[in-house]
């Protein structure tokens, strides 16, 4: 199983990134993103969780980012918008098949992606 995920980078405030995340081997529940800036502790971003495609986020994130999800594609995206430096970090995707009340918990996702870094300038 892995998760490849790609799309970090340099962009000033305001701006945007799209990340993606793909996998390969098998498919999750839950899909979706962490991040974790120097110094911090990983923390859950968003998740898509299936079936239905249901959408989570933190309220740090919310009306700025967009997680969806392809199916064909076994591909995760999220959509950065009105980038701020508080959103550098690196960014890992997750893939699990905890409960709904788990899925902020990064205990709950057992295949992580490599982490890839946004970095916001002011």
């Known amino acids: 199983v892995q998760l490849q995920a790609s799309g970090g980078g340099l962009v000033q405030a305001g701006g945007s990134l799209r990340l993606a995340c793909t996998t390969s081997?098998?498919?999750?529940?839950?899909m979706g993103w962490f991040r974790q800036a120097p110094g911090s502790e990983r923390e859950f971003v968003a998740i898509?969780?299936?079936?239905?495609?249901?959408?989570y986020y933190a309220e740090s994130v919310k009306g700025r980012f967009t997680i969806s999800r392809d199916s064909a594609k076994n591909t995760v995206y999220l959509q950065m918008n009105d980038l701020s430096p508080e959103d550098t970090a690196d960014y890992y995707c997750?893939?699990?098949?905890?409960?709904?009340?788990?899925?902020?918990?990064?205990?709950?996702?057992?295949?992580w992606g490599q982490g890839t870094l946004v970095t916001v300038s002011s």
């Open positions: 997750a893939g699990g098949d905890g409960i709904l009340s788990a899925i902020r918990n990064t205990a709950t996702y057992r295949f």
């Open positions: 081997g098998r498919t999750f529940i839950n």
């Open positions: 898509v969780r299936r079936p239905g495609s249901h959408t």
